[in-house]
């Protein structure tokens, strides 16, 4: 799906959704404190945007989504990129990780 989304929707000629579609659920609806992990959280329609928790890279506009342990998929239509990652562990914070955000900066950096 990030993978679609980064491209607008089409890849290798195929098309899922349209621009507007990913307009929508990237559209702000809730942006405040987790009661329960006390993170800053920004979210669209069932994905999180970036400039809270989850870190998801230099672009303010990326949008995805974060799972258990470190584990994480990204969407940056601006840059045309997405990454996914999951470990083969569990990481013990509420975040993701070092490994994890090493990667999407080492992605980012390698755009330059």
């Known amino acids: 799906m990030f993978a679609f989304a980064s491209m607008n929707g089409e890849l290798e000629g195929k098309r899922i959704f349209s621009s507007s579609v990913i307009d929508e659920f990237t559209r702000e609806q809730w942006h405040h404190p987790c009661p329960i992990w006390g993170l800053d959280f920004r979210m669209g329609l069932g994905l999180s945007l ?23 998929g990204l969407a940056d239509r601006e840059n045309q990129l997405s990454i996914g990652y999951c470990l083969n562990n569990w990481w013990p914070k509420a975040e993701l990780g070092a ?4 990667l999407i900066n080492a992605t980012y950096a390698s755009l330059e």
């Open 99 to 102: 490994r994890a955000t090493g």
């Open 50 to 72: 970036n400039g809270g928790y989850p870190y998801l890279g230099p672009n303010p506009k990326a949008f995805g989504a974060a799972g258990g342990g470190g584990s994480f």
